[in-house]
């Protein structure tokens, strides 16, 4: 079932981050969907502090698991794009639709190895030119693939 375009960030940990999502998708529209577990509680002080007076209108959505998502969403293999460093494919290589869904995993180890199994033609990365840098910071990727999945539907 579509909704629209979504970050969807699987197991984050650190309220900072999904804070800083939670800005990024009242700036751009999209909803923000939190798979659990969480690393923290959602009235965490520092995620507020960071997603600021705007948390208030995130549209947001929360799962109890992926599979509860994908059975809730039934999203359609070409909504779903899989963030992970090691994917071949740039996330500039591929076409989003409108209503593309960005899936993030946790800070410290990524996707689950049975969900990136599941979708492996899905993956893609945003490339870096240092050989020194192995991931960025969550909320830059997650706004970054937003700005990107986005391009020319302003």
């Given at each position: 079932?579509?909704?629209g375009p979504a970050i969807v960030l699987v197991h984050p940990e650190i309220p900072g981050n999904t804070g800083a999502v939670g800005r990024t998708c009242v700036?751009?529209?999209l909803e923000l969907v939190l798979i659990?577990?969480?690393?923290?509680?959602?009235?965490?002080?520092?995620?507020?502090r960071s997603g600021l007076d705007y948390w208030q209108h995130v549209k947001l959505a929360e799962y109890r698991d992926w599979d509860?998502?994908?059975?809730?969403?039934?999203?359609?293999?070409d909504q779903l794009f899989l963030f992970?460093?090691?994917?071949?494919?740039?996330?500039?290589?591929v076409n989003y639709p409108d209503d593309a869904l960005l899936v993030f995993g946790q800070e410290t180890r990524g996707l689950d190895p049975?969900?990136?199994?599941?979708?492996?033609d899905r993956l893609v990365k945003l490339p870096m030119r240092s050989e020194h840098i192995r991931?960025?910071?969550?909320?830059n990727s997650a706004t970054a693939a937003a700005?990107?999945?986005?391009?020319?539907?302003?």
């Open positions: 079932m579509s909704r700036a751009l529209g659990h577990p969480l690393g923290f509680v959602i009235n965490d002080k520092k995620l507020k509860a998502f994908i059975e809730d969403r039934q999203p359609r293999a992970e460093e090691y994917a071949e494919t740039s996330f500039y290589d049975a969900i990136v199994d599941a979708h492996r991931s960025l910071n969550l909320a700005y990107q999945a986005l391009r020319g539907k302003f």
